[in-house]
């Protein structure tokens, strides 16, 4: 009798074990090619936000892609709302599920309400910041940027 239970123990965690072992995930890579309208291949950061569009920045913009194709984000002169520079250094998504964009002449995070970006530093505001070259974004426990 105690040859059976241990028998069946044994028999039970090497069914679970071939199990384990026996599934393979499945991999999916796309390649996208530029006519596609991810225009850079010089991507910097990738991050996903809550709502499932992934993000992706570059030294020559910021792209967001909603699994069918890209919306291309853009550095604009005279638009405020636009991105401070089409070189980006970092992607931040923080607690309140708000994308950071730190990029070579300033910071700024992206409005959802507005499909625009709002600007915290950038080369007609340094914010009290030493410099606009802003290599990454963070935040602490209390959630402060």
Known sequence: MMFGRIGLTIMFFLTLTWNLFGQVPTLRINYFPRDNGLLSSSIT????????????SSRDGLYKYDGYG???????Q????????????HL?????????????????????????F?????????AGLEGINIPQVSEDLKGNI
């Open 92 to 116: 931040f998504l923080d607690s309140k599920d708000r994308l950071w964009i730190a990029t070579a002449m300033g910071v700024c995070y992206y409005n959802k309400d507005l499909d625009n």
């Open 118 to 126: 709002i600007r915290v530093a950038d080369s007609r505001n340094y």
């Open 78 to 89: 005279d638009d405020s709302t636009s991105i401070p520079s089409n070189n980006i250094n």
């Open 70 to 76: 890209f919306t291309g984000y853009f550095s604009k």
């Open 45 to 56: 950061s990738v991050t996903q936000d809550s709502t499932g569009f992934i993000w992706i």
